[in-house]
T-cell receptor, first 116, second 114 residues
Framework: NAGVTQTPKFRVLKTGQSMTLLCAQD?????MYWYRQDPGMGLRLIHY???????AKGEVPDGYNVSRLKKQNFLLGLESAAPSQTSVYFC???????????????FGPGTRLTVT | DQQVKQNSPSLSVQEGRISILNCDYT??????FLWYKKYPAEGPTFLIS?????DKNEDGRFTVFLNKSAKHLSLHIVPSQPGDSAVYFC?????????????FGQGTILTVHP
């Protein structure tokens, strides 16, 4: 099993450009999450999904959109990139807590995005 | 408003000694806590967790202690090894209809010297 994979690993964008980050998981998890990690800020939740076709806002959703057309994939879009979106982006997935009795999330390796 | 705080940005210890990483939280709805470890250029990996109905959970060299009245948890690593050098994040979940969402602290960089 590959677990959680993310593409691309690195990307440099100019202000105003758009891009999509792809997250894929092969663990049949219902829940998926997108986080950003910035120095001194820990990981902050951008958007999340509790199932195919559903998405919801997290703590810092502005400037981002998401889609979950297939259970195994969760896409994060930046329509018009800004320098403030320079960050490392992590995708994670998990089972519903009642199934596992745990809140453990499994993370991908991250995408390092720089917006100039 | 930082609901989960790790007030020590870094910690340095000698190999073989104990490492103690601390975490404080403000949201009284949090009832499940996790520690994650992160190496450079990798995603966080789960280390150990504790439910609010317990005050201690142990897994090999790693022990997590929870003090609900103080809204404080700590991770003890004994004995510390150079391979433990990483960033450690504590995280919390509020249960109920939280859909597994986690709130993370800022992280503590642990360096274990040989």
């Amino acid at each position: 099993n590959a677990g959680v994979t993310q593409t691309p690993k690195f990307r440099v964008l100019k202000t105003g450009q758009s891009m999509t980050l792809l997250c894929a998981q092969d663990m049949n998890h219902e829940y998926m999450y997108w986080y950003r990690q910035d120095p001194g800020m820990g990981l902050r939740l951008i958007h999340y999904s509790v199932g195919e076709g559903t998405t919801a806002k997290g703590e810092v959703p502005d400037g981002y959109n998401v889609s979950r057309l297939k259970k195994q994939n969760f896409l994060l879009g930046l329509e018009s990139a800004a320098p403030s979106q320079t960050s490392v982006y992590f995708c994670a997935s998990s089972y519903p807590e009642e199934r596992e009795g745990s809140y453990e999330q499994y993370f991908g390796p991250g995408t390092r995005l720089t917006v100039t | 408003d930082q609901q989960v705080k790790q007030n020590s940005p870094s910690l340095s210890v000698q190999e073989g000694r104990i490492s103690i990483l601390n975490c404080d939280y403000t949201n009284s709805m949090f009832d499940y806590f996790l520690w994650y470890k992160k190496y450079p250029a990798e995603g966080p990996t789960f280390l150990i967790s504790i439910s609010s109905i317990k005050d201690k959970n142990e897994d090999g060299r790693f022990t997590v202690f929870l003090n609900k009245s103080a809204k404080h948890l700590s991770l003890h690593i004994v004995p510390s090894q150079p391979g433990d050098s990483a960033v450690y994040f504590c995280a919390a979940n509020a249960g109920g209809t939280s859909y597994g969402k986690l709130t993370f602290g800022q992280g503590t960089i642990l360096t274990v010297h040989p």
